[in-house]
């Protein structure tokens, strides 16, 4: 069964950073895609960003310029870095291997 397991979230004023780490154990393949979800307050889980194994990115509108994801084949490990962070970035963020195995999520909150 596979496991997958987030960090890195946390408190953070606007403009800010922070970087989400997953990761993915047990009986995956490195080859799956891997990515980023969030749930803000009230609103419905969005898809946030994507990786594949050949490390092409791809972001939702809202944060692309701002969110970078890479991931670490060798660890079955993504990440997410994210800069600029605005209130409106407050949510909980859960990773995924595909194809279906999610994280519990790590609570960012992005406020002064």
């Known amino acids: 069964q596979v496991h997958v397991v987030e960090s890195g979230g946390g408190l953070v004023q606007p403009g800010g950073s922070l970087r989400l780490s997953c990761a993915a154990s047990?009986?995956?393949?490195?080859?799956?895609?891997m990515g980023w979800y969030r749930q803000g307050p009230g609103k419905q889980r969005e898809w946030v960003a994507t990786?594949?194994?050949?490390?092409?990115?791809n972001y939702a509108d809202s944060v692309k310029g701002r969110f970078t994801i890479a991931r670490d084949n060798a660890k079955n490990t993504v990440y997410l870095q994210m800069n600029s962070l605005k209130p409106e970035d407050t949510a909980v963020y859960y990773c995924?291997?595909?194809?279906?195995?999610w994280g519990q999520g790590t609570q960012v909150t992005v406020s002064s």
């Open positions: 990786i594949s194994y050949g490390g092409k990115p």
């Open positions: 995924r291997s595909w194809p279906d195995a």
């Open positions: 047990g009986g995956i393949s490195s080859i799956n895609p």
